[in-house]
């Protein structure tokens, strides 16, 4: 059975104090390994896909990178507005063909001025 | 509108009652799926749909829990005999196909008295 774990489960960070955050996986034979940000009250927003150790992936101040047993969301610079929860999730093949995700409890991110 | 639409946005119903939670996913997505979200837990998979069929409901938990996309578009989760374990944020989440990333709406939260 998949397996998710995301630490810490809570991070508070000052504004411009750069962390990462950690999602450790259990799969058997990954498809491709998933980074969300849920804010309250909404839906998860997608904000990567990766596919194979050593891949990375950019966007604004957010960095996700991939080794064969986990995943890491880099934060450089962080404003209080990247505060969110961020869910990791791993991809499994459906019968039928689909994409199930099993997520993660999540890494709840609090960024103070 | 351009994102997944879930109505209603928050449903309470009495114990025992029948509830119908309602999708709209994005145009043009050909797969849809139903996902559960407790307090401070990710996301559960329920049920996916690709076109009019349901191709995989291995998450449903059980007979009481059942979900239809009569015209490839719209889905509709529905749950009879409601239980107080069956309190949850119910999201649904649409792609493009089998293989691109999961777009999620805002969820239904479901309280049952």
């Known amino acids: 059975e998949d397996q998710v774990t995301q630490s810490p489960e809570a991070l508070r960070l000052q504004e411009g104090e750069s962390s990462s955050l950690n999602c450790s996986y259990t799969?058997?034979?990954?498809?491709?390994l998933f980074w969300y940000r849920q804010d309250p009250g909404k839906g998860p927003e997608f904000l990567f896909t990766?596919?194979?150790a050593g891949e990375e992936k950019e966007k604004e101040r957010l960095k996700a990178t991939l080794t064969k047993k986990e995943s890491f969301l880099h934060i450089t610079a962080p404003k209080p507005e990247d505060s969110a929860t961020y869910l990791c999730?791993?991809?499994?093949?459906?019968?039928?063909?689909?994409?199930?995700?099993?997520f993660g409890t999540g890494t709840q991110l609090k960024v103070e001025l | 509108g351009a994102g997944v639409s879930q109505t209603p946005s928050n449903k309470v119903t009495e114990k025992g009652k029948y509830v119908e939670l309602r999708c709209d996913p994005i145009?043009?997505?050909?797969?849809l799926y139903w996902y559960r979200q407790s307090l401070g837990q990710g996301p559960e998979f329920l049920i996916y749909?690709?076109?009019?069929?349901?191709?995989?409901d291995s998450g449903l938990p059980n007979d009481r829990f059942f979900a239809v996309r009569p015209e490839g578009s719209v889905s509709t989760l529905k749950i009879q005999r409601t239980e107080r374990g069956d309190s949850a944020v119910y999201l649904c989440?649409?792609?493009?196909?089998?293989?691109?990333?999961?777009?999620f709406g805002n969820g239904t939260r479901l309280t049952v008295t």
């Open positions: 145009s043009g997505h050909t797969a």
């Open positions: 999730a791993v991809q499994a093949m459906l019968t039928g063909g689909g994409n199930k995700l099993t």
């Open positions: 990766l596919y194979s």
């Open positions: 749909f690709q076109g009019t069929g349901a191709a995989d």
């Open positions: 799969v058997s034979g990954l498809r491709g």
């Open positions: 989440a649409s792609s493009h196909d089998s293989n691109s990333p999961l777009h």
